[in-house]
């Protein structure tokens, strides 16, 4: 489904991706973990399409696509879809109409008809249920006023109401209670099946206890620098990131 | 009357008017006299520095049939309107000393003391209070002057809601008006304000507010040739509070000036200014307000903000939010921003499926409906968000998702 290859991206000319190669399978849940710093955001926005990011070599292809010529709306409505860190609050517009335009705008890209008022709220009511997201919050403008696990929800639940193919979740479990990362992770589960793939971007294992990734990869740096099963997130957690720093600078 | 420019016909105003009670004569002699020996002003006058002044004041207008003013909205009970020419010529004494309280006028609010033929007076008595909004509309049907004239009273703890729409398609008129509120001891007065005006527009609105009342005043202009507008507040009694806010949009080779003033002169006063601003195209927005505190003006609290969003390269923007104070207890802020959409917020929105160019008019409509949003009316607010949306691209999924 993903297939980055060889990906180096700078900002501000400086180089903070430094030849990145990840390749996720439909069905499959890969996770990234690094230091602060390391550029797991960097690579998230880059598959988004943020301004500002120049890739000056290698190459994204998503469903046989080129990835980096699409415009960010035409990547979200080919199915991808961009948890972000620090979600920004947007006074004035309406968090459940706006996401009624973004939806219906997806749908309109895929040749589907517009979802009536009555049919989306259904939805919204199902997919805020999901996540335990008030209903007073689907309502307020986007994130303004949220608390920081509430605009984490409201991520999952933007996730869940899209049904994206690729969801890449940047740290959404930070800042989450325990109660509320097992709704998060539960979000996150209930949209995984065959047709779709995740990058989960976290610091914790605790994570990754309840979105059990198939693969783990270590960002450092720019770089990939070990890549592996569920375990791996389990030994980085008890021993740290030196011995695998240590591992590739001898 | 002849077709004329406004600096033509200020030579041929008389020196003494011959209708209408005697204060009302003098008044109109003395606005006459101000304008002959000030003039009009020009780009060298410092108040209409960024104001294509010219452009007004040497225009040849046709004189309009009529002012064509008219309450819209059926009168909510206790509340009269009437005529300006019908009580000046029934109770010719009734409204002396009461009009033009601001002292003599000048530039073209004098124009307008002296050329004014009608106008209303919309007064609410002490005590009553009024839910229902009174709507009144100046429509230019064609290309014309016209000088319209409101008077509005509110009596002691007297609350109004008053609406007033500009609107007309016609690019070659001029309205010229002047709107005074005399607004009394703990009388509530909101004041919404509409340009949809097409024409050219010099505006003056001039507020008095006694002890504990209050006044807020929301203008919202959609474009407009040339549009300059100038409130002024007069904070006259102790504990009163002034809130004057503004949106304005513009586009294409627009020039809109708003220019607020106001003026503590008692104790315990509180004033709250937020204009926010858009100018794309070639438009130019001009944004001028001044708060000056008087020297027994102690506690005042005042504050002044002006935002804008600077859309297109070719638009031009100017804010000049200032204090003069010269009391020494009290609190007051002040601040001008001028920048562009905010990029996290298009990006997040478009990361959403959301396309670009309906991401920006989401942002563009929710930077400035954040100032309908501060009227209390909601029949009102839907009003001003309606003549927003249509001025806006997108506007009928804008009003879909918001
Ligand atoms: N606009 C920018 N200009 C300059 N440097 C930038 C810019 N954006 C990011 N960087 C730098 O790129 C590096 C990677 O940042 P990135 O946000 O991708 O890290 P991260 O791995 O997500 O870290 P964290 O775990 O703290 O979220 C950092 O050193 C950061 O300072
Ligand atoms: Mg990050």
Not at chain 1, 90 to 106: D, E, H
Not at chain 2, 95 to 106: I, M, N, S, V
Not at chain 2, 260 to 281: F, K, L, M
Request: proline share 4%; charged share 25%; with cysteine.
């Amino acid at each position: 489904m993903l297939k980055i290859e060889d990906l180096h991206v700078e900002v501000d000319g400086k180089t903070i991706l430094k030849g990145i190669t990840l390749d996720i399978a439909a069905g499959e849940v890969h996770a990234i973990m690094g230091p602060n710093g390391s550029g797991k955001s960097t690579l998230a926005y880059v598959l988004a399409g943020r301004e500002g990011y120049e890739v000056t070599k290698g190459s994204v292809t998503y469903k046989g696509q080129n990835l980096l010529e699409m415009e960010p709306e035409i990547r979200a409505a080919e199915g991808v879809f961009l948890g972000f860190q620090y979600p920004v609050a947007i006074p004035g517009v309406s968090n459940i109409y706006f996401l009624k335009a973004a939806l219906n705008a997806i749908r309109k890209h895929r040749g589907q008809d517009p979802l009536d008022a009555i049919d989306f709220m259904k939805l919204s009511k199902e997919k805020a249920g999901l996540v335990q997201l008030p209903d007073q919050l689907t309502k307020r403008s986007v994130n303004d006023g949220f608390s920081g696990g509430e605009k984490k929800r409201n991520e999952i639940y933007q996730m869940a109401m899209l049904e994206p193919s690729l969801a890449i979740l940047d740290e959404t479990d930070s800042g989450l209670d325990i109660d509320a990362l097992k709704v998060v992770a539960e979000g996150v589960n209930a949209l995984r099946g065959p047709e779709r793939a995740m990058l989960v971007i976290t610091h914790y294992q605790r994570l990754l206890d309840y979105i059990v990734p198939d693969v783990v990869h270590v960002l450092i740096d720019g770089r990939i620098v070990r890549t592996g099963d569920k375990n791996l997130a389990k030994q980085l957690e008890r021993d740290g990131y030196s011995e695998v720093r240590d591992a590739i600078q001898p | 009357m002849t077709d004329s420019s406004p600096k033509t016909l200020i030579q041929s105003l008389p020196s003494s008017f011959e209708a209408g009670p005697e204060w009302l004569r003098l008044l109109r002699g003395r606005a006459a006299d101000a304008l002959r020996a000030g003039g009009l002003p020009t780009k060298k006058t410092e108040a209409w520095r960024f104001t294509p002044v010219r452009s007004v004041v040497e225009a040849v207008f046709s004189p309009a049939e009529g002012d064509a003013l008219s309450v819209v909205s059926a009168l909510p009970e206790g509340v009269t309107a009437r005529s300006l020419r019908e009580v000046l010529e029934s109770e010719p004494g009734l409204l002396d000393g009461r009009l033009d309280f601001a002292g003599t006028p000048e530039h073209f609010a004098a124009l307008n003391t002296a050329l004014f033929t009608d106008g209303l007076w919309i007064d609410v008595p002490d005590g009553t209070a009024v839910d229902t909004p009174v709507e009144i509309t100046h429509a230019i049907g064609r290309a014309g002057v016209s000088y319209p004239r409101v008077f509005v009273t509110a009596g002691e703890s007297a609350e109004l809601t008053l609406i007033e729409t500009y609107q007309g398609e016609t690019v070659g008129g001029l309205t010229n008006s002047v709107v005074e509120l005399d607004v009394g001891r703990n009388a509530k007065v909101s004041h919404v304000r509409i340009h949809e005006n097409a024409g050219m527009q010099v505006g003056r609105v001039d507020v008095r507010q006694a002890a504990d009342s209050v006044y807020r005043s929301t203008v919202i202009t959609l474009g407009g040739a040339l549009l300059r507008l100038d409130v002024r507040s007069l904070l006259d009694g102790k504990g009163a509070e002034c809130q004057l806010d503004g949106a304005y949009l513009v586009e294409g080779e627009d020039h809109v000036d708003h220019h607020t003033r106001v003026d503590h002169r008692a104790p315990h006063c509180r004033s709250n200014q937020t204009y926010r601003g858009i100018a794309s195209g070639k438009g130019t927005a001009v944004f001028d307000g001044i708060v000056i505190v008087h020297r027994d003006a102690q506690k005042t609290e005042a504050h002044q903000e002006n935002r804008n969003l600077l859309l297109s390269d070719t638009a031009t923007i100017h804010t000049k939010p200032h204090l003069e104070i010269d009391a020494d207890d009290v609190v007051c802020s002040h601040g001008a921003t001028v920048g562009a959409l905010d990029e996290d917020q298009l990006f997040y929105l478009r990361a959403r499926g959301i396309p670009a160019d309906l991401a920006h008019a989401m942002l563009t409509y929710a930077f400035l409906e954040s100032i309908i949003d501060r009227v209390g009316h909601e029949p009102t607010r839907t009003r001003m968000r309606e003549a927003l949306i249509a001025r806006i691209p997108h506007g009928d999924e804008i009003r879909e998702v918001t």
